[in-house]
């Protein structure tokens, strides 16, 4: 007998639930793309991106996904033969480096496993770079993998006076965490639509600063990669390198209303920061007769508010009998020490109690049908969790 009938849940870490009303404003034709109503409708995308970020600097939009970002990233922040210093926790952080290495560029990792980065180790290894040959610093603000969550200001801090820039992938926590780039000092930020911001995938961001805007350009950024025609475009067309996206541009638009104006950001960061608890709770329940189950990061602190990472008994056969049985998709155990026995809850964008708790209660099913040890009182501790932080 099976369960999964209905509305399918989705709970892995991108592409995220897309709201109904976003899809609505995306199922529009297509306007004049010469006119003046769809150049109206991007300078409000500009101006919602800038206030996401919390910046007032520049932005680079491109058609592409994460990856693409990073591309746009590497060729206008470093040049060939420069060196870049990659802070890892997971698979995503030595992604990045291994396609900014593909470029030409030097990458030297700091790996930390599965643990977020150290602000003093970062601190040490800077102290050794006398001649300032470390052009750039790369961290993921969220390993969507690992779900590593560094300290953005303290990282900062550890910088001290050396002069590399601050790149930051917040991928996987743009409207999930809080990312005050102008306050913090970050130097460039990369994101995409389909995590935190409920759109589906096909565009990527760029946000860069007054001082990364001012370096001498890399010969590694061929004209449509070029962030410079991008950031001061005057016409609609040199915001996206010739025709945009127009039905994405329409979502991006509802969902920044959405998120920026509706909810507000501090509202969405507190929203995931009580999400993520209530999972957190129900699998401390569940590991506490099973050492097999746990999540990844044993510090909260360190934790991603936006995607859990967990070590869970017998995980494929659970993720497959929870989308099979209960119409519930988990997140692959991607990067793990033991991918076979791990899995990802993700709790980002468009997400609420009930979705999460429902996610946590087929889980809970799935460990029950399979005979997969495990303790008891997860569901009632992650409602008491939702109901304390209301």
């Not at 910088?159 to 601050?166: I, K, R, V």
């Not at 602190?301 to 993720?319: F, P």
Request: charged fraction near 20%; proline fraction near 7%; charge should be negative.
């Amino acid at each position: 007998m099976s369960f999964a009938q209905g509305r399918a849940v989705l709970a892995i870490p991108g592409p995220s639930p897309v709201p109904d009303r976003v899809l609505r404003a995306m199922h529009r034709p297509s306007p004049d793309i010469y006119g003046p109503d769809l150049a109206a409708e991007n300078r409000t995308l500009i101006a919602g991106l800038k206030r996401l970020a919390g910046t007032s600097a520049h932005v680079a939009p491109y058609i592409g996904n994460g990856h693409a970002g990073w591309e746009a990233a590497n060729v206008n922040m470093l040049d060939r033969g420069e060196r870049a210093l990659a802070l890892i926790s997971g698979h995503f952080g030595r992604s990045w480096a291994a396609s900014a290495r593909a470029m030409g560029i030097e990458v030297e990792e700091l790996d930390f496993g599965l643990a977020p980065p150290d602000p003093q180790r970062l601190a040490e290894r800077l102290a050794q770079d006398r001649e300032g040959q470390i052009r750039a610093v790369l961290v993921c603000q969220v390993d969507t993998a690992s779900s590593a969550r560094a300290d953005i200001p303290a990282l900062r801090a550890a910088m001290g006076d050396h002069p590399a820039f601050l790149a930051v992938d917040a991928i996987a926590s743009l409207g999930c965490e809080p990312m005050l780039m102008d306050e913090w000092g970050v130097d460039l930020l990369v994101s995409a639509s389909q995590k935190g911001l409920m759109v589906p995938p096909g565009l990527t961001f760029v946000w860069f600063s007054e001082r990364l805007r001012a370096r001498k350009p890399s010969s590694l950024a061929t004209p449509y990669w070029n962030w410079t025609p991008r950031a001061e475009a005057e016409e609609l067309w040199q915001f996206w390198g010739g025709t945009p996206p127009v039905q994405l541009v329409f979502g991006l638009n509802e969902a920044l209303r959405i998120l920026l104006d509706e909810e507000t950001l501090p509202a969405a960061w507190a929203r995931h920061e009580g999400l993520a608890r209530a999972c957190w709770a129900a699998l401390d329940r569940w590991g506490a007769d099973n050492p097999g189950i746990g999540a990844m990061i044993s510090d909260p602190a360190g934790r991603a508010r936006s995607v859990t990472a967990a070590r869970v008994t017998q995980a494929s056969a659970l993720r497959d009998w929870t989308a099979g049985k209960a119409g519930v998709t988990l997140g692959v155990g991607l990067g793990a020490p033991d991918p076979g026995h791990a899995l990802r809850i993700a709790h980002m964008g468009h997400a609420n109690a009930h979705q999460l708790l429902g996610v946590l209660a087929v889980i809970e099913a799935g460990m029950t049908a399979l005979n997969i040890p495990h303790g008891s009182g997860a569901l009632d501790a992650a409602t008491a969790e939702v109901a304390r932080l209301a």
